[in-house]
């Protein structure tokens, strides 16, 4: 387990079950329908734990878990892959949130179930309990799930750690838009850093704006993730757009989450930003070359292979 007098990050959030069924052809409503079920571990702050442990980040992870079976196997692949989530709230008899879809034979989508009551129960008083571990952590990653708790975690430990931010959709962004000036770092995509900065990006202007304006809030790191574009960068000193070319793509589910684990990567080893973007497009890249949310061969040494093999094209802008 984590030296726990060593140099670490933290994740808090969700972890959540994730089982699929594959229709073989022509799915039928209100039937049964031959096929293949897969089951995963997932959640938006479990996959960032998991890619950042992968690459050799000292990792805590607080989740909220049930004592059912697979709570129980998510705690064991922590421990298998070297993420601490000792510090989780385990709710007795409570249900490990759980996602079920069916997706048919194109790969849409038809129909879901989300469970994911239990993360009510994330409580302050329970925030306050990990009080220590938060004020120790170099940084603390956190998404959109809930923007109570979010608020409170960073208006409590303001100055004691340094704040991530994955606003994980637009529609979440917004319950966080008024959070923004107190993070170190932010991660959206182009349409959740629209929401939280107010105005379209049409274009390069458009962008250069939104990146000063989140600046100007006192935010110390912005990176916007443009899809095919590539990625935005602006620290207050260096800004640019950095972009892989000719990337294989057969699932891109996953490819943020692996971003921000390179981004905490960069951090945590001190490297400038241009490599840390070019660390973390990288983890993407892997990512989204299979069909796993994880890659299972993602590691230090497969990213660095990478990062030397990727075309780059590179556009870093005057001040």
Known sequence: M????????LVFGVSVFDICGFTDRNYRCNDSNPGKVKTSFGGVCRNIAECMARVNVNTKFIS?????????RMIEHSEKM?????ESLIIKDG?????????????????????MKIIDMFTTKFIDSKAEIIKNSEYMILDSDRPDIVEYIIKTFSGETKFILDPVSAAKAKNVKHLISHFHTIKPNRYEAEIMCG?????????????????????????????????????????????????????????????????ANG?????????????????????ISTEETIHPGMCDDLVEQYMDNIEWTELEYSK
Request: aromatic fraction near 10%.
């Open 2 to 9: 984590i030296e726990k007098k060593l140099p670490y990050a």
């Open 199 to 263: 105005f379209k990006i049409h274009n390069d202007e458009d962008l250069r704006k939104a990146g000063q304006y989140f600046i100007d809030l006192g935010i110390q790191n912005v990176f916007i993730t443009l899809d095919e574009d590539g990625i935005y960068y602006n620290n207050g000193t260096s800004e640019g757009k950095i972009k892989a070319n000719n990337v294989k793509v057969v699932n891109v589910t996953g490819a943020g989450d692996s971003f921000v684990a390179g981004i």
């Open 95 to 115: 249900h490990t949130p759980t996602y079920m879809a069916i997706l048919d034979e194109q790969g849409e989508m038809v129909s879901a179930v989300v469970d």
């Open 82 to 86: 070297k993420y601490d989530m000792s």
């Open 64 to 72: 909220i878990l049930g004592d059912d079976e697979p709570g129980n």
């Open 267 to 287: 951090y945590m080893n001190d490297i400038n930003v241009v490599d840390t973007v070019k660390y973390a497009i990288a983890m993407s890249t892997i990512t």
